[in-house]
């Protein structure tokens, strides 16, 4: 009389198997099956490039547009990602972020048709041409209420690589407190989530700010709309863009900024002042009629009684001033007014 099986590795080989398949293209499920034992690594021996980055893709993680891998990186990816997820403690990174990203890419595949049986690739979709109406929901990720941006150098020449800006900004981080040392990119899980669930090959970004269309026909990555973003940080900001700024929050979240008009208007002379003084909160799709666009949305954020406290923030500089008085009393009236024009 044989015995009963004392653990998961006395189980036969078909049995395993099966437990594989239901682990389907769950990337934590398959590093634990992989990582168990000798028998079950083995099961991957022949897993391919193809599938690696199928099951990558499956958990909402993509390659940034200028990144070319060569084939056998894929697994290698999906094991740092993996490793990451376990060790991160980063509560909108992590595990969190993977299972966040696994769910949201199981409803847009159910969603999106054309998303499904394409391999690898997958189907991603420019949202401003391709989408008709009564397709399903794009879903902008969670992860972008949670990415802030130092404050780059003044001047050229000290300035720091783009992507070194972008930060997964610490849970209750107020105004006042000092940027981790840390970047999004110790946070390959964060950095490789797609920006849209299903994942896009272009985001088109509204007004107030002028941001390039951004672009990755594999799929638009945390990575890549951070890039994008750093690069327009110096951007300036003239009164007439901070007015629809402050519009866009809405009436209510304008009268939520602590500071009178004048302070927000001297401080406010560049896109990298606006993200410093308001909460950056992700994007919004929005689709009015054949235009459709993502909007960057914005909170207030608590903001310490002086400017001077804000770290990077300008100081006041009326040499730089380009507006007229008669601007600064009309955002006057309109903050007072709660920006509605
Ligand atoms: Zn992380």
Redo the contacts with the bound molecule.
Sequence with gaps: MSSSPKSLLDLPNELLWMIKDAVGEHLLGNACFYLLCTRTSAFYHTTSAADWQRVLRANGLGLATYEYVDESEYEHIAFACAH??WA?T?PH??RA?LEENYRLMGEATAAWPTLRGDGAAGTVRSPHFDVAPDEGALVPSTLFAHIAFRAPARTRAARAHTQQLAY?RPAGQDARQRVPGETLD?????LRTFASFPPLEAMNVDAPFEVPRMLNRTGLTARDVCRYLSSCLDQKVYPDTLKDALRELGDDAAKGISWDANTVQECVKQMRDWFQVVRWTGFEYQRRERNRWFMLKFEPRALPASAKDVEGLCSPDPAADEETESDAAHLRVSLRQGVSF
């Design positions: 990451h997820a991160c980063h990174c992590g972020r997964l110790a946070h390959p899980v964060a």
